[in-house]
Nanobody, 120 residues
């Protein structure tokens, strides 16, 4: 069984920074894309950033230049460095991973989410 555990959320003032982490554990042979999504109250879950196995990245327009996604393949971990945070970044942030398990099954799994609140 593969699990994701997110950490790093919290309360931060506008203009501040946070770093989210997501660790994948379990019977993993290979991790493909790793991504962060977010969902604000009353809104749908949207893609924030994605990083491929070759470390190519893509960002949602509103976070370009402020957020950076990265990964450490040795640790099965994906990070989201968030700088210059704004009130509109307030949301629950979810980690999403596409992986191949030891049973050679392609899976797509979600973390439970970590809350980021940007407020003065």
């Amino acid at each position: 069984q593969v699990q994701l555990v997110e950490s790093g959320g919290g309360l931060v003032q506008p203009g501040g920074s946070l770093r989210l982490s997501c660790v994948a554990s379990g019977s993993i042979v290979r991790i493909n894309n790793m991504a962060w999504y977010r969902q604000a109250p009353g809104r749908q879950r949207d893609l924030v950033a994605v990083i491929s196995s070759s470390s190519s990245t893509r960002y949602e327009d509103s976070v370009k230049g402020r957020f950076t996604i990265s990964r450490d393949n040795a640790k099965n971990t994906v990070y989201l460095q968030m700088n210059s945070l704004k009130a509109e970044d307030t949301a629950v942030y979810y980690c999403n991973v596409a992986a191949l398990t030891s049973r050679y099954a392609d899976i797509n799994i979600w973390g439970k989410g970590t809350l980021v609140t940007v407020s003065s």
